[in-house]
């Protein structure tokens, strides 16, 4: 078996190779658990880590305020891998998807 991971670690170089290196031991371990044989591991350099703008967020936050109102708030909210979590869908996807094109035009000027 063969394991090919691209993991987005954009760390201090000793900090990625902790990573990288704790990524194969579980790959190994969770062979080891399903009586599976131990697999080569290939980790190869994936994306580059996301840093938000401090100056782009308050302007898309500003956008969003004059579209959304007082909507336009963080919620508190369960995490996603929560039981309690289960968004009505088509609400969600409309403001979702309205939210989105709204932060990328504003990006765009």
């Not at 190779?17 to 080891?32: H, S």
Request: aromatic share 4%; with cysteine; proline share 10%.
């Amino acid at each position: 078996m063969h394991i090919h991971l691209r993991p987005a670690l954009m760390y201090v170089p000793e900090v990625r190779k902790i990573l990288v290196g704790g990524l194969g031991r579980t790959a190994r371990a969770v062979c080891a658990m399903a009586g599976a044989e131990p697999p080569a591991v290939t980790v190869t350099p994936g994306g580059n880590a996301v840093v938000n703008d401090e100056a782009l967020t308050a302007q898309t936050a500003a956008v969003f305020k004059a579209t959304f109102g007082d909507k336009a708030r963080p919620l508190a909210a369960p995490a996603n891998h929560s039981p309690f979590f289960a968004p009505t869908p088509e609400p969600s996807i409309r403001t979702g998807v309205r939210a989105m094109s709204l932060a990328v035009l504003n990006a765009l000027q």
